[in-house]
């Protein structure tokens, strides 16, 4: 059984940062993919990123050097530090871990004022 806690999301002006943070628990997360993913309102939920247990990382183009997704291995925690939002980030975005299936966060929203 894994369970997923997120914190960090809120409110933010256009150019802005945050740091969302997940943290993990299930003795399967260690070995596991974390991610990010979002869904904006009337879309479908996406990938923004992923970090693999050895560290290497996939993004989606839309926030290639912009976001950057980092994990603890020993606290089984993920981070996604956000820069330089737009209006077009406002989403709620979900941690995902992958281990033969997928488990998900609760979502928390992130809003960007324009």
């Known amino acids: 059984q894994v369970h997923l806690v997120e914190s960090g999301g809120g409110l933010v002006q256009a150019g802005g940062s945050l740091r969302l943070s997940c943290a993990a628990s299930g003795s399967i997360v260690k070995n596991s993919i974390m991610g990010w993913y979002r869904q904006a309102p009337g879309k479908q939920r996406e990938l923004v990123a992923s970090?693999?247990?050895?560290?290497?990382?996939n993004y989606a183009d839309y926030v290639k050097g912009r976001f950057t997704i980092f994990r603890d291995n020993a606290k089984n925690t993920v981070y996604l530090q956000m820069c330089g939002l737009s209006a077009e980030d406002t989403a709620v975005y979900y941690c995902?871990?992958?281990?033969?299936?997928?488990?998900w966060g609760q979502g928390t929203q992130v809003t960007v004022s324009s």
């Open positions: 995902n871990v992958w281990w033969v299936t997928n488990y």
């Open positions: 970090v693999t247990s050895g560290g290497q990382t």
